[in-house]
């Protein structure tokens, strides 16, 4: 076995020196920072082992490898790449702590308020040298404020039919009575129409049902007897049509089949609601299965049960998504607010510094912080 010690500034240096001199097969053995700065990378090249031929006589067949056996050794690599990445993460997360500590600061405070290492870095990267903690930081969240779309007016005000979709329990039908019944109140409930796509759920017709009764508002009903065109066309002298939408699985057959009815109408505009309580995950699949319909922009509702607003409002700026409104408990008409990027960045800090009270996972900063350096995961062997 073929050892080989690696002396650099820094890990990225190593690893690229450790390809450079032993090739793509190498592997790492062991790594750990030096006092006088630096790393120290132990790295090997395993020579291939050598198959003797067995003679005539002794001929038999290989040994067969089990099911079992084969699982093991899977799951046994699969351990060792983890720990592997791990330590790299480790690595370069104590590298950027040293070498650039401020910023180690603000990627922390970032990290508590829910913002993923990808935006975590874009912000950083516009980081002027020479200033304060306190300065960064209010350049840091000026910049995030800036990056966050939002509408910037009141488009129900302005009348027209606008489409509510997003996975159920979002808050589709509630943010539809809030806006109904602010405009029911200033305008009259003579020009408003409430509209469901949702005809699988018997408690969405009668929740809708009843809202309308109480604002004395026109409910239509879309089904097998009544197409989309047909009820809409219906509504078209109403000034405010509201369209309630089925909250269904992103492989659900009639999920598919609602958003092309909608992509098909392009008077109406289609908001995608995001749950703020939700994982990044969710969000973005809750997104891209909306996105076929031609969403047009974006609802963050419930952000009174929120833990953290960073993954939110994350994907919004990723996918250039105007926030409309924002919602923040369940009282109608009043929990609804235009959304404001400065109100929005604002309540991000503060529900950051609830979780900041709460000590941060040092491996989950350091996982985050590794999995945006990729080119030394590629040196690896690791991508």
Known sequence: ?????????????ALLQVREELGEDAAILSTRSLATGGVEVIATLSPAPVVKKPTEAAAVPPPSVSKAEMGAMRSELH?????????????????????????AVIWERL???GVPGFLSRQLLTAIKPGKTLD?????????LVKALPVLGHDPIEQGGVFAFLGPTGAGKTTTIAKLA????????????????TDSFRLAAHEQLRTLGRILGVSVRI???????????????HKQLVLVDTAGLPSHHPEQQRQLTLLRDQPQVQKWVVLPATSQ????????KTCSTADVSACILTHLDEACVLGDALALTIERDLPVVYETFGQSIPDDIALAQASALVKRAVALG???????????????EYGSQSPAELRVAGLN
């Open 1 to 13: 076995m073929q050892l080989k010690k690696i002396l650099a500034k820094d890990m990225r240096q």
């Open 135 to 143: 300065q960064v930081w209010k350049q840091v969240l000026g910049s």
């Open 79 to 103: 351990s060792i790449r983890t720990l592997l990445q791990q330590r790299l993460n480790g690595l370069a997360w104590e590298q950027f702590s040293s070498q650039s500590p401020l910023q």
């Open 181 to 196: 019944t602010r405009y029911v109140l200033q305008h009259g409930p003579q020009d408003v129409a409430l509209v469901t």
């Open 280 to 287: 990044a995950q969710v969000l973005r699949a809750a997104w």
């Open 353 to 367: 510094r609830r979780q900041a009270a709460v000590p941060v996972e040092k491996e989950r900063l350091m996982t």
């Open 111 to 113: 990290s508590a308020m």
């Open 222 to 236: 879309v089904d097998n007897q009544h197409s989309l065109d047909d009820t809409l066309e219906s509504l078209g």
